[in-house]
T-cell receptor, first 113, second 116 residues
Framework: DAKTTQPNSMESNEEEPVHLPCNHS???????IHWYRQLPSQGPEYVIH???SNVNNRMASLAIAEDRKSSTLILHRATLRDAAVYYC??????????????FGQGTTLQVKP | DAMVIQNPRYQVTQFGKPVTLSCSQT?????MYWYQQKSSQAPKLLFH???????NEADTPDNFQSRRPNTSFCFLDIRSPGLGDAAMYLC???????????????FGPGTRLTVT
């Protein structure tokens, strides 16, 4: 299974944009890039996913490098409620896939008021 | 409008005493997953069901079993809990895992298991 590398922690000020990086240099052609986050004392929550093109939804944007070896999750205006552990996960959706998520250690985001 | 429900939220059991955790979903999803998350660690998949087909992860201990009597419910049975099984147990569902589209997973709030 392809691996991802994320910084252990990041800090942001409230109402400022946050860019959370993820490296995945061994990504294969059938790997989707998924982002989940886990707020304190809750189960993980889906944020966004993409394959090749940049993606936007109501929660965030996902910028994917042209060679797909890295990606960045963008929170456009961080709020205190965005403080969480953010997981960047590669999910193999090729033949034989089971949809399973292999979580790395993630990035703990702290948001300062 | 809870979609993935886990009961109980907190469970205390004694060393060696069998315990069952439950998960139910209102999403009518085909796939149900069980993850284990130990303190300060990332979630780790134990097994999953696609409909009635059970798939065990290679490194899941035999002490852990699962049942899915119908689409809505899935149970995690720990036959003889040890101190090392204390963790948060997370249930998740997904519509499918089609190769054509990458479906997201919906997680429940988890059950925190304490073993005394």
């Amino acid at each position: 299974d392809a691996k991802t590398t994320q910084p252990n922690s990041m800090e942001s000020n409230e109402e400022e944009p946050v860019h959370l990086p993820c490296n995945h240099s061994t990504i294969s052609g059938t790997d989707y890039i998924h982002w989940y986050r886990q707020l304190p004392s809750q189960g993980p929550e889906y944020v966004i996913h993409g394959l090749t093109s940049n993606v936007n939804n109501r929660m965030a944007s996902l910028a994917i490098a042209e060679d797909r070896k890295s990606s960045t999750l963008i929170l456009h205006r961080a709020t205190l409620r965005d403080a969480a552990v953010y997981y960047c996960i590669l999910r193999d959706d090729g033949s034989g896939n089971t949809g399973k998520l292999i979580f790395g250690q993630g990035t703990t985001l702290q948001v300062k008021p | 409008d809870a979609m993935v429900i886990q009961n109980p939220r907190y469970q205390v059991t004694q060393f060696g005493k069998p315990v069952t955790l439950s998960c139910s979903q209102t999403l009518n999803h085909n796939v149900m997953y069980w993850y284990q998350q130990k303190s300060s660690q990332a979630p780790k998949l134990l097994f999953h069901y696609y409909d009635k087909d059970f798939n065990n992860e290679a490194d899941t201990p035999d002490n852990f079993q699962s049942r899915r009597p119908n689409t809505s419910f899935c149970f995690l049975d720990i036959r003889s809990p040890g101190l090392g099984d204390a963790a948060m147990y997370l249930c998740a569902t997904s519509r499918d895992f089609s190769a054509e589209r990458s479906y997201e997973q919906y997680f429940g709030p988890g059950t925190r298991l304490t073993v005394t």
